[in-house]
């Protein structure tokens, strides 16, 4: 748990949405046309307003959630190529990235993997194998067909709007591609890290922040960074500040402190320099009403408006992920079900630790 840091149109694979609006490919597409809900929009001039406030209400019974950085090992993506149309998203993730990624997640190396520019493809293109590899087991276009509400950890999130079919899974990658080179680049330009606090709640680990902070300059303040659950919270910043987070952190009474395997401070303002190259990608990207909604991981709430979803996603690399406040959410408004999908087993922890008596199954790929 402390690793967490926090998709050629083919018949039965992701593809790309038509741009006239028209239905959205399988992957995306329920069989059941009455669970899916219908977006509201006004037309003003040429462009459609859609009510951002068309989720606010939902009742969620079967949710799918995608892991973030952190989820990747070695050997992922090997049992999706007995499915073919999870195969070919690796044979389409290839000609977007330019390398073969499907040879990374099977064979490493374990550092080269782990590199936030290969990760981020690398786990977003296996989730949504997953999915896939569901599909084509008995019962499982039945499964896909009930989610009725999606999230993901940081990364995740992307994934979940790509199931969701707010945009395709090539323009879906090419966002994470240039979200990864862009963290990494906001990576290499301060020395960053960021450490997981196990044992304790969040006020605690607030205080934790604030004593560290006393002891760095500005430059190398440190802040909550992922809100994960009850004893387990990622704090990022200054590596000083995060070395003087660990230095304090056992007068805390925490009960370990885990350096993530990340290249910097995600989650923060040392993330900054790579928002404007994030606006850009998703000015030039369409983005549709998801079919079902969306969690968010800024404000643990589901947008429906594309403009909305933009924004929130730009801001995503600087805000603090409220994943927590997102599950414990779900549970309270009567979850029933949920899946986790893709490599590792971090959401399902997480899941559990809030309630033991949670209801999720894994789907690797």
Not at 27 to 47: A, D, E, I
Not at 59 to 83: C, D, I, N, R
Not at 87 to 96: G, R, T, V
Request: net charge neutral; aromatic share 6%.
């Amino acid at each position: 748990m402390a690793a967490a840091t926090a998709s050629l149109a083919l018949p039965s694979s992701l593809s790309s949405l038509r741009s006239n609006g028209a239905a959205p490919p399988r992957c995306f597409r329920l069989h059941n046309p009455s669970r899916s809900r219908v977006s509201m929009s006004v037309s003003v001039g040429s462009q459609a307003v859609v009510d951002d406030a068309l989720f606010a209400d939902y009742k969620p019974t079967s949710a799918f959630l995608f892991p973030g950085q952190g989820a990747q090992a070695v050997g992922m993506g090997k049992e999706a190529q007995a499915v073919p149309a999870a195969a070919e998203l690796y044979k389409k993730a290839n000609d977007i990235l330019g390398f073969d990624l499907l040879d990374v997640c099977i064979n490493g190396p374990k550092e080269k993997l782990n590199s936030t520019v290969i990760s981020q493809p690398a786990i977003y293109v296996t989730s949504l194998a997953a999915v896939e590899l569901l599909r084509a087991r008995d019962g499982g276009q039945q499964i896909i067909d009930s989610v009725d509400v999606t999230c993901g950890l940081s990364l995740g999130e992307y994934t979940a709007l790509a199931f969701a079919g707010a945009f395709s899974f090539e323009d879906g990658l090419k966002l994470v591609k240039l979200r990864g080179e862009a963290m990494q680049e906001a990576s290499d330009a301060a020395k960053s890290a960021m450490v997981s606090i196990i044992g304790l709640d969040s006020e605690k680990v607030q205080q934790l922040c604030d004593a560290a902070n006393q002891e760095v300059d500005l430059a190398e303040k440190v802040q909550i960074a992922n809100y994960l659950c009850p004893g387990n919270y990622a704090v990022s910043g200054g590596l000083k500040g995060i070395e003087a987070v660990e230095a304090k952190a056992k007068s805390f009474k925490a009960r370990m402190t885990v350096r993530l395997a990340v290249a910097g401070a995600f989650h923060t303002s040392f993330m900054e320099p790579a928002v404007s190259r994030l606006e850009a990608a998703l000015v030039a990207t369409q983005i549709r009403t998801p079919r079902i909604p969306v969690i968010s991981n800024v404000d643990a709430q589901p947008h429906s408006d594309s403009e909305t979803i933009k924004k929130i996603l730009a801001r995503q690399v600087t805000s603090p992920v409220q994943w927590e406040t997102t599950v414990k959410t779900l549970l309270t408004k009567g979850l029933k079900k949920s899946y986790e999908l893709g490599p590792g087993k971090v959401i399902a922890g997480i899941v559990k630790r809030m309630d033991k008596g949670a209801e999720i199954e894994n789907i690797g790929a």
